[in-house]
Nanobody, 121 residues
Framework: VQLQASGGGLVQAGGSLRLSCAAS????????TGWFRQAPGKEREFVAA????????EFADSVKGRFTISRDNSKNTVDLQMNSLLPEDTAVYYC???????????????WGQGTLVTVSS
């Protein structure tokens, strides 16, 4: 399974961005897709995740009410819609695939290359 994240860029605080994760291939260990982020000098942190069916979704407290996650299995894509962006959302965002929805990065077996999101104040 290969993952390709895209959609990052520079946006002003309060603005929106939509990240997309395109997957090639699928295995039982890649049914769930998660988004993580890592800011300079900080540890990687969970952002959101969605199950294959879309019936299970989880969000970090810091993004609840601002970010949504969705998937289109016909296209093998998972999107992260980010609204009301804050400067503290600035980070490299990674998509990852794993067997189930979890906030633990170690549970995800496949990782994309990351896309940079910069939110200016």
């Amino acid at each position: 399974v290969q993952l390709q994240a895209s959609g990052g860029g520079l946006v002003q605080a309060g603005g929106s961005l939509r990240l997309s994760c395109a997957a090639s291939g699928r295995t039982k260990s890649s049914d769930a897709t998660g988004w993580f982020r890592q800011a300079p000098g900080k540890e990687r942190e969970f952002v959101a995740a969605i199950s294959w069916s879309g019936g299970s979704r989880e969000f970090a407290d810091s993004v609840k009410g601002r970010f949504t996650i969705s998937r289109d299995n016909s296209k093998n894509t998972v999107d992260l819609q980010m609204n009301s962006l804050l400067p503290e959302d600035t980070a490299v965002y990674y998509c990852a695939a794993g067997p189930w929805v979890t906030t633990k990065w170690i549970a995800y077996d496949y990782w994309g290359q990351g896309t940079l999101v910069t939110v200016s104040s």
